[in-house]
């Protein structure tokens, strides 16, 4: 998961960035395009996510393989799995934690990951054989490798910013290398609780980025660019390349915003070194601002 903000405090781990964006930096101007189902997409879908660098599908998964992922995270985080840990809260629930009971502190969780090999539930979903069978086309037929799994669940009124990012600047993966993240929306995402903005046809080279409210790009680049928003109902995902500009903002709503987010790249990959990742997506030493 990413380790950037993550800080210990006690016997749990919180996100430290809790300062608040400037709201300019998530007005989409349309909604992202998408098609209705998994067997829609055909070659000229496949045309249109290697031009635009995503797409949506509005109903990728039933009611019940949607409830069995949330039964999923509920059994990850009533501690069903003795051993697992990887969760991590909002940080400005730190101060209230300690008195809250096991429901009330499912909705402070910012974020649980590397369950795939503990969450049967979850691991199901991530090998989706229909969704496999899209990913595969989409890294030029090569076959997929999921290497990174994450809930995302930002919740009602604290849920904090993803500011804007290309999720590639935290792979240690040369920079070539195929990389196709899958959002899966578990409640109905919507611009008011934090939906996917995203900047279509951007993901064709690297972007720097800067240690700010996150690792992140500078919001300079952002304010005033056409973004994109991804609203979904339950069950709807997002294909986005690993190099798409991407991020959600504040959940100011009332409602849960719950989802799930995988990537996958051949399986034939290899690592590089992470000085490799930072020569393209670092600013530090190239006398830069911000
Ligand atoms: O679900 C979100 O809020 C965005 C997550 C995201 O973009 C990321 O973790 O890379």
Redesign the pocket.
């Given at each position: 998961m990413?380790i950037t903000n993550i800080l210990r405090s006690g016997d749990a781990l919180f996100d430290e960035g809790a300062e608040l964006h400037d709201p300019a930096l998530y007005h989409p101007h349309a909604d992202a395009h998408g098609v209705e189902t998994l067997a829609d997409i055909g070659a000229e879908e496949v045309a249109f996510y290697r031009e635009h660098g995503y797409l949506a599908v509005r109903q990728a998964f039933t009611p019940a393989e949607v409830q069995a992922a949330l039964d999923g995270i509920v059994a990850l985080l009533m501690g069903e799995h003795p051993g697992f840990e990887h969760v991590v809260f909002e940080a400005s629930a730190r101060d209230r934690l300690a008195e809250m009971g096991p429901e009330e502190r499912m909705d402070v969780v910012r974020?649980l990951g590397v369950f795939e090999g503990t969450e049967p539930r979850l691991r199901a979903i991530s090998q989706h054989p229909m969704m496999l069978a899209v990913i595969q086309t989409l890294l030029h037929n090569r076959t997929p490798e999921m290497f990174q799994d994450?809930a995302?669940l930002?919740p009602p009124r604290i849920?904090r910013e993803?500011p804007w990012?290309q999720?590639h600047a935290?792979f240690d993966y040369p920079l070539d290398t195929p990389v196709v993240?899958v959002?899966i929306a578990l409640d109905e995402a919507t611009v008011e609780n934090?939906c996917?903005q995203i900047l279509p046809g951007r993901h064709q080279g690297p972007i720097l980025h800067f240690k700010r409210r996150d690792w992140q790009i500078c919001d300079r680049e952002i304010m005033g660019t056409r973004s994109v928003a991804v609203p979904l109902p339950p069950g709807g995902l997002l294909f986005f390349d690993g190099k798409l500009p991407?991020?959600?903002p504040h959940n100011t709503s009332p409602k849960r915003?719950r989802?799930l987010?995988f990537h996958y790249a051949p399986d034939d990959i290899h690592k590089a070194p992470p000085e490799e990742r930072l020569t393209h997506f670092g600013s530090e030493g190239k006398n830069v601002t911000c």
């Open positions: 990413t974020k994450m995302l930002k849920g993803k990012h999720d935290y993240g959002w934090g996917m991407h991020g959600t915003r989802a987010q």
